[in-house]
Each structure stands twice: as C-alpha cells, then as structure tokens.
Antibody, heavy 119, light 107 residues
Framework: QVQLVQSGAEVKKPGASVKVSCRASGDTFTSYYVHWVRQAPGQGLEWLGVINPSGVNTIYAPKFQGRVTLTRDTSARTVSLDLSSLRYGDTAVYYC????????????WGQGTLVTVSS | DIQMTQSPSSLSASVGDRVTITCRAGQSISDYLNWYQQTPGKAPKVLIYAASNLHSGVPSRFSGSGSGTDFTLTIRSLQPEDFATYYCQQSYITPYTFGQGTKLETK
C-alpha cells in the first residue's frame, strides 16, 4: 500500500506562494491519483484538486483555479501543491490523499502540513 | 458543485448506543459516497467507500447504506474510540465535495 509523507509546516506572508510536497513509499505509487484537501482551523474539509497517475492531467476546484498548481515527479515519487497569492483565509492544514481510481475514495491520507499566512 | 448536507451537525451519545448519521447530496451521485472519520489533530481515515463497502481493518460495527441522493452511516454499539468527527464525501464528479461534518460527543 502507498504511504505519503508530507513536507513540514510553513509560515508565509500575504501575497506570497507556498509549495507543499508529498513523498510516496510503496511500489504502486505510479498507479494512484493524488488529491489535495485542506482544513482551516476548526473547519471542515475542502477539496482543491487532483493529479492523475502520469502527472499529465490535473483538475482543480473552480474556487482555486488560477492560484493552484499540482505537479508530479514520478522518478522522485513526489507530488507537489503550489498555491499562490496567499491570503489569511488560506491558513489551513493541507493534506495529500491517494486514490486508486478517479472516482475512488482517499486512502491513506498524508499526515498534513500546516500553512500559516501571517504578516 | 454538488452540495453535501449532513445531519446532525453534532450528536451526543453513550458507549453502547447505536447512532445514525445521514448525508444528502444535492443531486444523484449513484453510490459514489465515502465516509471518513477524523480525530483531533489527525488526518481523516476512510471507513466506508462506495456507499456500503467496509474498508479493510474497519470494525464491523460500522455500516453504510444508500444510493442516489440519500445515505446513512450507522455505528452499532459505540465504543470509546468512536467519538470523533465524521464526514461524507461525494466522488462522483469534480469538484469533489464533503459534508460539513458530524461531531460525535460523549453524553
């Protein structure tokens, strides 16, 4: 089974960009879609987007279109989330989560990365 | 976007109780409905996938049902470790959306 380990916490200023990475272990990583979900403090879960197994295709939530970019480095077994033009409301824990199929469930989730936007 | 509405938002129960959480989709999503459990400070974990399938390693006291727009998660005989927040999620069409969550608390 694939396991995902995320990069460490980040503190960014408003207007800056942040990159969160997710590194995989396990032989079947190249078979998985990887989704990104965030959770603001005390709030629910919000889906940002998905990248397909080859890394060629991405789908983003309309709310984040233009600010989010997902990339995949298959040789490095890493998937990354870039979020630009950060706002205070982007303060959240960001999770990567694999799915074996496009309409499939997310399992297992990465441990989460706290991104804090603060001046 | 497909809106997912869970009820109740919070629920008080005791060990040994049977509880049911409902989730309604704003349009038909067939059986593309998943349930997750989240404890404080931890990442969510899948309990039920495709509406009624118990994920590997999840205790059999958890069950899911429904199709189309109406779904339920049932926990038979609550255990102390079940007090957590539960989310439904549709994976029928992007953007994939989650319910607002149901916080299950000790009575």
């Amino acid at each position: 089974q694939v396991q995902l380990v995320q990069s460490g916490a980040e503190v960014k200023k408003p207007g800056a960009s942040v990159k969160v990475s997710c590194r995989a272990s396990g032989d079947t990583f190249t078979s998985y879609y990887v989704h990104w979900v965030r959770q603001a403090p005390g709030q629910g879960l919000e889906w940002l987007g998905v990248i397909n197994p080859s890394g060629v295709n991405t789908i983003y939530a309309p709310k984040f279109q233009g600010r989010v970019t997902l990339t995949r480095d298959t040789s490095a077994r890493t998937v990354s989330l870039d979020l630009s033009s950060l706002r205070y409301g982007d303060t959240a824990v960001y999770y990567c989560a694999p799915a074996i199929s496009r309409g499939g469930w997310f399992d297992p989730w990465g441990q989460g990365t706290l991104v804090t936007v603060s001046s | 976007d497909i809106q997912m509405t869970q009820s109740p938002s919070s629920l008080s129960a005791s060990v040994g109780d049977r509880v049911t959480i409902t989730c309604r989709a704003g349009q038909s999503i067939s059986d593309y409905l998943n349930w997750y459990q989240q404890t404080p400070g931890k990442a969510p974990k899948v309990l039920i996938y495709a509406a009624s399938n118990l994920h590997s390693g999840v205790p059999s006291r958890f069950s899911g049902s429904g199709s189309g727009t109406d779904f339920t998660l049932t926990i038979r005989s609550l255990q102390p470790e079940d007090f957590a927040t539960y989310y439904c999620q549709q994976s029928y069409i992007t953007p994939y959306t989650f319910g607002q969550g149901t916080k299950l608390e000790t009575k």
